[in-house]
């Protein structure tokens, strides 16, 4: 036990000298963790940002011209006029995500009290900025008839207020979700194509089977190069975590640090045993490559990062269930925003584990047959 | 010196070196042409760096190298000349194509060097009916074995009739009789065109004695050159070894000759014992039914052809690889893969350099020993002891990458031998390493079994060194022919000396098969004279390129792996996605916090609970189970109604309803703001209408929304039409980047450098099977879109094919840029992958309009060719658009082919550095 211990303490040494040593290695883990992640926090904006707006002025109104007046930036951009035939060629080389338009006498109908109505062009290709920007732009012009006709008539109608408050993030800022999803993604795909390459090297250049005559067990060197490659991503996290995510954008972290790093730890060897078991399994680096695309993409994507999990159909989420990102985004959520204690993740922690012992146990059944196929 | 018909080449004060090393030192003399060079020196010499510079293939940094006629290091004056130099490089095969069949790669070098069908026929036929490959043609290189590998290598290089041969160590690592049989040929060669120079560099010395005119080169200097004889004469030494080590300044008078003390019989157990080892790989019997015995203290040599199945036995033997049938018993105990502590009294060595290049030979050799698990102390002593003992001291401290091969192969003993094991496996250990280095680790060996009594088994091509052996042991095609010791194998033939028994054994193995084709064999040489085709044919450029872009689709298709990847993987991510990636909001969780309780508060309440996109909890109780379940994860929603709720709406006066939202998720907690919002307009509205009598109705409103392009507002829609640009990117850049940059990685970019293909020739041939691949894809992708998503194309499919085979070509562009700045596969794909994933997944409108982009994030996204084709294809997809309308798209598309294009051309180097 001892013994086995010093193997991988020792093996992974080699590990770590290696990495200090490749330059471009080293390159990409700080581009991944410092510029990649403050680009990704920072590039998307707010949830509807800057979006392009144009009105259909046809009532050249007060109102309408108020009503114009509403849109301004961040979210959207200053508003343009156009004319009524440039609507659809307009939408078509898609100037505008919304076309607001307003008939002829709307200020005078709305004045004397009949019904109008306000058509709203939404370019529905543009996906959730569409809906939540018409669900805004609906918002902000129904007060603004409201305002205009309580002025108008002087009279005090009754009214009706939903108060929305936001928990643990009040003003939506998009970089304090964000950050904890890209500080996710590089995470599982710096680690898996780390780990995995490693393994793949020693293949190409017969080291493995070197190791493989010493009395060394299989799970050593897989363990070894989990810890040394981890050990590099996880501080390479805490600067990124400490830096950047801090650092210059700012974010908050309600929960404990120290659960936060336990959190990561588990990940980090759960992501590195995937990395391993795609490393067995593939015979060369270009398969190697094309493999870790299949996985790191749905993990990146799927996790709940970029949309949802609960908007994935019933069968695919129970498909996600397997992806260990999609447990690791959620807990940092938990930690990070809500502030969970232990109490609330220790299950997805546990989740995890068992994940990364799996992938593990399944790769060293794999070790010694993948090598002797290897020729 | 007699030149007597001129120089084929003129070095003058070439100095070269890779960083500090030093490898080229001020080098000067002439070629002879016509004539046969001999290039002798140990590892390091720079024998191979002179070769490289000759063939043009590497820079030339100080000095002038003219060769026929001009300066190599003239563009002009190489691409005219290159195509009369014929350059074969180190290493088994190296410039040959490994998935490709014998005649394909024929086929290619013709084509390189603008043979025309027709001749490239005859000539293929000829080549390989003179070198015996004809019954192989249609074999892959990589099944050759390792003399046909060479055999082939030349071929490839006479292809075109050259009036220079460089040939690299052509012979190392091949077996006594495919050498033989490769020096005849060479010999009929010259004969038959006496004109043509060949430069050869060798290791081995009775090679060398073949050769009309010797260079003498060590440490990047050249220390003599002339015919054998003079040399001789000048050293006044017979054997060619001899002399070399004479010509070596300070070199103390000849070594002593080296006498192994004979050996004294063991009455202890046998170390090995092998009892019908078998070992097969699907039809292919590598190993058959191999049996001997191995006493302790014997050296033992093992001695075969390439690819007989040594390496193979070896393997079973170290438990790496298990018989599939048969036994073996090592150290007394049968072979077992996890038997650890068989282990720790064996040590091994692999045929190639299996250590860790980027630690120091110390850090090797105190790594392996802490592994054996030598205590601190103990494993700082071994080391320091090994370093002495092997001879290692000047390089202690030195990388392991950084050590000629023969001082390599020295650290790779101390290390087998870190843990003093019973038993030495050697396979190969002095392939490629100079005669004196050789010697040396001889030496070292002979001491271990002499003096501590361990047991070798090894195995070599060199039969100088299967002499020194106790016993050896002939193996071929998987059988074992003979065992015994050297002498008694020469007797039993009757042979002159061990190489004559050898190749005895093995053509009385081969029976017939390998009687020489000599007499019929067909010229080497073109028959025709060289002034009845003086056409060239036309569309040369084309043509070298159409050679590359062939090569690349028939590796392609010989690797079904890579394929499937390429098709089926992009297929089922597409799937995946298109399922998985959604805005649309279902299973909202929500649990209500009703202070009130009233049929009012429940009526607004059933707004939600009736409502599908909602599913409901159990209802909160206080404020503090409100936050733990918010922070739990348990709800995402919590709508709290007030006390008096009900009363306030019933008598008409404001009223007020808070709804907590978990924001964490930011775009999620945006959505759900709006299903909320509405849930509480559509209540309020119904309130106010239901207490206003109907003659006062208030006057309402409506806002029309209306969702163009996707009237339902589903995610599939936008997001169905964009996944294909992002699949086909990150596939087809990966791919493409790992193509060229394996060229670089297993040597076959030297064909590159070696030909006159150009660079636009080599990159746009490598790339066009890549935008086959791409378009094949597209139209899976596409059809998935269709098909299974039920999306609906309403634009123009013609004109997003067009825009396809533009980003097709601008995805592989960048793939082929990547691999110009990388060296290594690894390098490549990491750069590949994560410098593209940020762009094309974050910034190129697939989940946010580039519009809608901030700052850099903007500038990223603008100049990605993934923008303008998710743009075109969500256009062409929902909109319906046509020509006009995604002209700009398909003109910014455009650019891109050409710039990555330009770029690569401008960052691949058309020789090695």
């Known amino acids: ?303 709940g990062g970029m949309s949802p999990v609960a908007s994935q159909p019933q069968w695919l989420q129970y498909v996600t269930w397997f992806l260990p990102s999609r447990h690791y985004v959620s807990f940092m959520q938990a930690i990070v925003s809500r502030g969970a204690d232990f109490t609330i993740v220790w299950k997805e922690f546990a989740t995890v584990l068992i994940m990364g012992i799996t992938f593990l146990a399944a790769s060293l059944l794999l070790f010694r047959r993948s090598i002797a196929t290897t020729q | 010196m007699a030149a007597q018909a001129g120089q084929i080449a003129r070095i003058s004060g070439v100095t070269h070196a890779y960083g500090k090393v030093l490898a080229l030192d001020n080098v000067s003399f002439d070629l002879p042409s016509g004539r046969m060079t001999g290039l002798i020196g140990p590892d390091g010499a720079g024998k191979s760096t002179l070769l490289g510079l000759i063939a043009g293939a590497r820079k030339l940094q100080i000095g002038t190298v003219q060769v026929l006629d001009g300066s190599i290091a003239n563009a002009r004056h190489r691409r005219a000349v290159c195509t009369r130099i014929a350059y074969m490089p180190q290493g088994l095969g190296k410039n040959l194509y490994q998935e490709i069949s014998v005649a394909e790669n024929l086929a290619f070098f013709g084509t390189l060097f603008g043979l025309t069908a027709g001749e490239r026929e005859t000539r293929i036929r000829q080549l390989a009916g003179a070198t015996g490959l004809l019954p192989f043609l249609d074999r892959p290189v990589g099944k050759l074995s390792g003399g046909m590998k060479q ?304 047991t070798i088994f090894v195995s070599t091509h060199f039969m100088n060194e299967a002499m020194r052996c106790d016993r050896i042991s002939l193996m071929h095609a998987g059988r074992v022919l003979v065992c015994d010791a050297p002498d008694n194998v020469i007797a039993s033939k009757n042979g002159a000396d061990l190489e004559e028994a050898f190749i005895a054994y093995i053509e009385e193995a081969e029976g017939s098969r390998s009687a020489p084709a000599a007499q019929e064999a067909p010229s080497l040489v073109r028959q025709e004279a060289r002034a009845t085709s003086p056409a060239r044919p036309r569309f040369l450029p084309l043509r070298r390129l159409f050679a590359y872009t062939q090569c690349e689709m028939l590796s392609l298709m010989r690797d079904p792996v890579r394929l499937a990847f390429a098709f089926l993987g992009s297929f089922i991510i597409m799937l995946i996605f298109g399922f998985g990636l959604s805005n649309d909001v279902t299973n909202l969780t929500y649990a209500a916090f009703d202070h009130d309780n009233t049929p009012e508060s429940r009526a607004y309440l059933g707004g939600f609970s009736s409502s599908h996109y909602f599913t409901e909890r159990s209802p909160i109780q206080n404020v503090q189970a409100m936050e733990d379940r918010l922070k739990s994860n348990e709800i995402e929603l919590a709508i709290e109604i007030p006390p008096n709720f009900g009363r306030m709406v019933k008598r008409g006066s404001d009223w007020q309803v808070s709804a907590w939202i978990d924001g964490a998720n930011t775009t999620r907690a945006a959505t759900i703001e709006g299903y909320v919002q509405q849930a509480h307009d559509l209540f309020s509205e119904q309130r106010s209408r239901e207490a206003s009598t109907p003659s006062t109705s208030d006057p309402t409103t409506t806002l029309q929304v209306r969702y163009r392009y996707n009237p339902t507002a589903e995610s599939i829609y936008s997001i169905g039409p964009s996944l294909p640009a992002m699949l086909m990117m990150m596939f087809l850049a990966i791919l493409m980047a790992v193509s060229v940059a394996r060229e670089k990685e297993i040597g076959t970019i030297t064909n590159f450098y070696a030909t006159p293909t150009t660079r636009l020739e080599f990159l746009i041939g490598k790339q066009v099977p890549y935008l086959g691949v791409g378009m094949i894809n597209f139209v899976i992708l596409t059809a998935t879109v269709l098909f299974l998503f039920g999306v609906p194309l309403k634009g123009n499919g013609m004109v997003l094919a067009l825009g396809a085979l533009l980003y097709t070509a601008a995805a592989t562009g960048y793939g082929l840029f990547i691999s110009t700045l990388t060296k290594s596969q690894v390098t490549a794909v990491f750069a590949g992958a994560v410098l593209s994933m940020l762009p094309t997944m974050q910034f190129s409108g697939m989940m946010q309009p580039v519009s809608t982009l901030e700052g850099g994030a903007r500038l990223m996204g603008r100049l990605w060719p993934t923008t303008y084709y998710t743009h075109m294809s969500v256009g062409a997809f929902t909109k319906g658009l046509g020509l006009g309308d995604m002209m700009t798209d398909l003109l910014a598309l455009a650019l891109f082919p050409p710039a990555f294009l330009m770029l690569s051309v401008m960052l691949l180097k058309k020789q090695e550095k």
């Not at chain 1, 290696?18 to 403050?38: E, P, V």
């Not at chain 1, 035939?85 to 005078?108: C, N, Q």
């Open chain 2, 151 to 454: 055999k082939l290598g030349l071929c490839c290089a006479l292809i075109h009739d050259p009036d220079l041969l460089i040939l690299d160590e052509p012979t190392t690592g091949v077996d006594p009789l495919s050498r033989r049989q490769f020096w005849t040929l060479i010999a009929d060669l010259r004969r038959e065109r006496p004109a043509m120079s060949v430069v050869v560099s060798t290791a081995y010395m009775d090679e060398a004695s073949h050769c009309d005119w010797l260079v003498a080169m060590d440490h990047g200097k050249i220390l003599a050159f002339g015919t054998a004889d003079e040399l001789r004469e000048a050293t006044g030494e017979q054997d060619l070894e001899s002399v070399f080590v004479a010509l070596q300044p300070g070199q103390k008078s000849k070594q002593e000759r080296f006498v192994i003390p004979p050996r004294k019989p063991s009455a202890e157990e046998p170390v090995i014992v092998a009892k019908g080892l078998t070992r097969r790989f699907g039809n292919f019997t590598a190993v058959d039914r191999v049996s001997f015995t191995i006493e302790k203290g014997e050296i033992f040599g093992f001695l075969g052809s390439n690819g007989c199945g040594k390496t193979t036995t070896m393997k079973m033997l170290t438990g790496l690889l298990a018989p599939s049938e048969g036994q073996a018993e090592v150290c007394g105990s049968p072979v077992d893969a996890k038997d650890l502590s068989i282990r720790r009294r064996v040590g091994f060595m692999t045929q190639s350099f299996s250590l860790y290049g980027e630690l120091t030979v110390r850090q090797n050799l105190l790594l392996h020993a802490r592994l054996f698990h030598l205590s601190k102390a103990n494993a700082a002593d071994r080391s320091e002891k090994l370093i002495k003992e092997v001879g290692l001291t000047d390089y202690a401290d030195a990388d392991a990458n950084s050590l000629p091969l023969g001082v390599r192969q020295r650290l790779s003993l101390a290390v087998a031998i870190v843990h003093d094991p019973e038993l030495l496996i050697l396979d190969e250990p002095t392939s490629g390493v100079d005669p004196q280095a050789r010697d040396e680790f001889w030496r070292l060996l002979v001491d271990l079994s002499r003096s501590r009594n361990v």
């Open chain 1, 1 to 303: 036990m001892l013994s086995s211990f010093s193997n991988i303490f020792w093996l992974g040494t080699k590990e770590l000298r290696a990495l200090a040593k490749d330059l471009t290695m080293i390159l990409f883990i700080i581009w991944s963790f410092g510029f990649s992640i403050y680009m990704q926090s920072t590039g998307a904006g707010e949830t509807v940002n800057n979006a392009a707006i144009g009105i259909v002025d046809e009532d050249q109104s007060q109102l309408s011209r108020s009503i114009a007046g509403l849109f301004y930036p961040p979210y959207f951009q200053t508003v343009k006029t156009i004319s009524a035939a440039d609507i659809d060629r307009a939408m078509d080389e898609g100037l505008y995500t919304f076309i607001i338009v307003i008939p002829p006498g709307f200020e005078k109908d709305t004045r004397k009290g009949r019904d109008t109505e306000i058509q709203v062009n939404v370019d529905a290709t543009a996906s959730q900025q569409a809906s939540l920007g018409a669900g805004y732009i609906q918002n902000m012009v129904t007060n603004e008839i409201d305002r205009y006709r309580k002025d108008f008539e002087a009279t005090t109608g009754r009214s009706s207020d939903l108060a929305i408050r936001r928990a643990f993030n009040p003003d939506g800022t998009q970089s304090w979700f964000k950050s904890i999803v890209s500080l996710g993604d590089e995470l599982s795909m710096l680690v898996i194509i780390l780990t995995g390459a490693a393994l793949l090297r020693e293949r190409e250049h017969g080291t493995i089977e070197h190791l493989l005559v010493m009395p060394l067990t299989a799970f050593e060197i897989a363990l070894a190069k989990v810890w040394a490659n981890g050990l590099v991503i996880i501080v390479a996290f805490a600067c990124s975590l400490l830096l950047v995510v801090e650092g210059a954008l700012d974010v908050p972290i309600a929960g404990s640090r120290g659960l936060l790093m336990l959190g990561t730890t588990i990940y980090v060897f759960a992501a590195a045993a995937i990395g391993i078991f795609l490393g067995t399994l593939a015979r060369t680096m270009a398969q190697f490559a094309l493999l870790m695309m299949m996985v790191v993409m749905p993990m990146m994507m799927l996790s």
